[in-house]
């Protein structure tokens, strides 16, 4: 079971990273096989990191921000709709 869970962590921030990839996201995490986890540093270019936390907290969406980035650390809970 602990397998199942930390496969699905990655498969939610993996997806999470495609997702900001998208929208013109940095992604400063390691995501190699190696040093993949469930915590996704990541910079909006442009934007704020605190604005963009407060509006995320403003939609109920908990961001860190962490040495000038923002970070998030999504659980296997989260589906798809979370992650929009």
């Known amino acids: 079971m602990p397998e199942a869970i930390a496969a699905r962590v ?3 921030t993996d997806q999470l990273c495609r997702r900001l990839a998208g929208q013109g996201g940095v992604i400063r995490s390691h995501r ?3 040093h993949s986890s ?3 540093s990541f910079e ?3 934007m704020s990191p605190h604005s963009v936390r407060k509006q995320c907290l403003d939609h109920g969406v908990v961001l860190s921000c ?3 980035r923002l970070r998030a650390s999504p659980h296997a809970y989260c589906n ?3 992650i929009d």
Do not use: N, W
Request: proline fraction near 6%; hydrophobic fraction near 35%.
């Open 10 to 12: 990655l498969e939610v």
């Open 32 to 34: 190699d096989s190696q």
């Open 38 to 40: 469930g915590i996704v």
């Open 44 to 46: 909006l270019p442009g």
């Open 66 to 68: 962490r040495a000038g």
């Open 80 to 82: 798809d709709e979370d």
